[in-house]
């Protein structure tokens, strides 16, 4: 059987990121097909018509993964599909991006109030700190950062305050706790967005998954590092496969 996985990006800075991913995915393993599926153009806060557009999207019986907003996303439409779901792989993906008193390994909620009132306020200006705390914390922040910036794409500030509303909202414990599908957590040690602690805590709600904290990585890690992620990813298929 052909494996396919389809990949989401995180917010605001669209698929550019994962290409580097996907070309290190294609080399390692010719025979698993990776498709690069942009998050919705959506107004809607709502995460439940973000999912329903990426349901109708996405053809079924693939695995399903994404960086950090897109791992979320990713988590629950695999909830939602059960056994029509390959597998999960998530990137830099914590399972509250803000904190909540059950979920203290976040985002302080000030610290995202004050992100977001800055997108309201200027988009660019937003965009350009975001790529660096995704890159902060990487050998070459300053590059990578670069990196990130170059071909984001222009997206409307209305659907980017949509996509963080999302990002709030989304708690994904109980789609990972729920789907039984094999799953491999990908997290960074350095990363500014997502505390490493996040990969213990996530642990704890999913004993089964597969979980691991990479060392001297940023948030930006499946760009900045292809080739590991690549690695990872292929023998967790391949091992899923074997089972």
């Known amino acids: 059987m052909v494996e396919q996985l389809f990949l989401l990006p ?10 580097p991913l996907r070309a290190a995915l294609r080399e390692v393993e010719p025979e698993l097909q990776v498709a690069l599926a942009p998050l919705p153009s959506l107004e809607s806060a709502d995460p439940f018509d ?14 399903l993964g994404g ?16 056994v029509r779901c390959r597998g999960l792989i998530t990137l830099a993906s914590n399972l509250c991006f803000v904190a909540r008193a059950t979920w ?3 985002m302080p ?8 009132q800055g997108c309201a306020a200027d988009t660019g200006a937003t965009l350009k700190r975001f790529s660096l705390l ?4 990487a050998v070459q922040p300053r590059e990578l950062s670069r990196q990130l910036l170059a071909a984001a794409p222009q ?5 980017l305050l949509a996509g ?3 990002l709030a909202a989304l708690d994904t414990r109980a789609a990972l706790q729920g789907f039984t599908g094999p799953q491999l957590h990908l997290f960074a040690e350095q990363d500014a967005l997502v505390p490493a602690a996040a990969s213990q805590a996530l642990r704890a709600v999913h004993a089964q998954s597969e979980v691991r904290l990479t060392e001297h990585v940023s948030h930006a890690f499946p760009l900045g590092h292809p080739q590991m992620v690549a690695a990872a990813i292929q023998a967790f298929i391949r091992e899923a496969a074997n089972d």
């Open 50 to 63: 973000w999912l329903d557009e990426l349901d109708a999207k996405l053809p079924q019986d693939v695995w």
């Open 134 to 137: 995704c890159a902060q914390g």
């Open 104 to 106: 203290p390994t976040a």
């Open 155 to 159: 997206i409307p500030s209305v659907e």
């Open 10 to 19: 995180g917010w605001g800075l669209g698929c550019a990121p994962l290409v």
């Open 164 to 166: 963080l509303d999302v």
């Open 67 to 82: 960086w950090s907003l897109g791992g979320m996303l990713a988590a629950e439409l695999a909830a939602r599909r059960g």
């Open 109 to 116: 909620v000030e610290t995202f109030a004050a992100f977001r």
